[in-house]
Nanobody, 126 residues
Framework: QVQLVESGGGLVQTGGSLRLSCAAS????????MGWFRQVPGKEREFVAT????????YYRDSVKGRFTISRDNAKNTVYLQMNSLKPEDAAEYYC???????????????????WGQGTQVTVSS
């Protein structure tokens, strides 16, 4: 049984930083691309960042490039999202997800992600 458990969300001031973690279990972690998505109530969930199984390929949505960094530790079955220079528009529920289909070249489409965590809330005060 695949489980993804996010942590690290919270309240931060504009310009601050947070580091999200997602611990995975029940899967061969390195054979999955891992992605971060976010959702604001009333809006569709959107792609944030993704990383290949090896960690060698990453993609980001344009609005977070240069501020967010996705990484993974395959020995710990954990993926991270370091978020710096946070803005009020970054506030959302953040979800990690696992994609077994595109672990070499990760996908930015949530349709390709088979497993999802429960989410962690990020709040950015202005």
């Amino acid at each position: 049984q695949v489980q993804l458990v996010e942590s690290g969300g919270g309240l931060v001031q504009t310009g601050g930083s947070l580091r999200l973690s997602c611990a995975a279990s029940g899967l061969t972690f390195s054979r999955y691309a891992m992605g971060w998505f976010r959702q604001v109530p009333g809006k569709e969930r959107e792609f944030v960042a993704t990383i290949s199984g090896s960690g060698g390929v990453t993609y980001y949505r344009d609005s977070v490039k240069g501020r967010f960094t996705i990484s993974r530790d395959n020995a710990k079955n954990t993926v991270y999202l370091q978020m710096n220079s946070l803005k009020p528009e970054d506030a959302a529920e953040y979800y990690c997800a696992a994609d077994p289909h595109n672990f070499r070249i990760p996908s930015v489409s949530e349709r390709d992600y088979d497993y999802w965590g429960q989410g962690t809330q990020v709040t950015v005060s202005s």
